[in-house]
């Protein structure tokens, strides 16, 4: 799947819609979802032109990669979520339910978040 540049998340790291950021740096930007699932509910981004976690995982560098997942890690702990617990997710293509196809980790936390995935 070739990279949309029109996505929402694209739209939002040229500034072209706000956000509510919570964390940024040069590679990252992490931002409060606009309809949370969770009391904190925080998305966290590359800035590179990446789908999903396939797509990232093929063809950004393993520094990038590390530096990515250990910056989720400085949100989460930020954010006050490691104390109680919490849930990241990274939905891939429709079996996942992914909607915006920018890659992107949710962090989910604030309650006790029930079962892992819903039975349908
Ligand atoms: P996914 O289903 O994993 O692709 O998740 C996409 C997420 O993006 C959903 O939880 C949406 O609520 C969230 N979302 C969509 N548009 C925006 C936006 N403009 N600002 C913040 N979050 C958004």
Redesign the pocket.
């Known amino acids: 799947m070739s990279y949309d540049d029109n996505n929402?998340f694209a739209r939002?790291l040229r500034g072209e819609?706000p956000?509510d950021t919570v964390y940024e740096d040069d590679a990252v930007l992490a931002?409060r979802?606009?309809?949370p699932q969770a009391p904190v509910h925080v998305?966290v981004i590359p800035k590179g032109a990446y789908v999903s976690l396939d797509d990232f995982t093929q063809m950004a560098s393993a520094e990038e990669v590390g530096r990515f997942f250990k910056t989720v890690g400085e949100i989460a702990r930020s954010l006050g979520l490691v104390g109680d617990g919490f849930r990241t997710i990274a939905?891939t293509g429709v079996n996942g339910?992914?909607?915006?196809p920018h890659f992107?980790v949710?962090l989910c936390g604030g309650r006790r978040l029930g079962r892992m995935i819903a039975k349908d």
């Open positions: 929402i939002i819609i956000n931002f979802d606009i309809s998305l939905n339910g992914q909607e915006v992107h949710h």
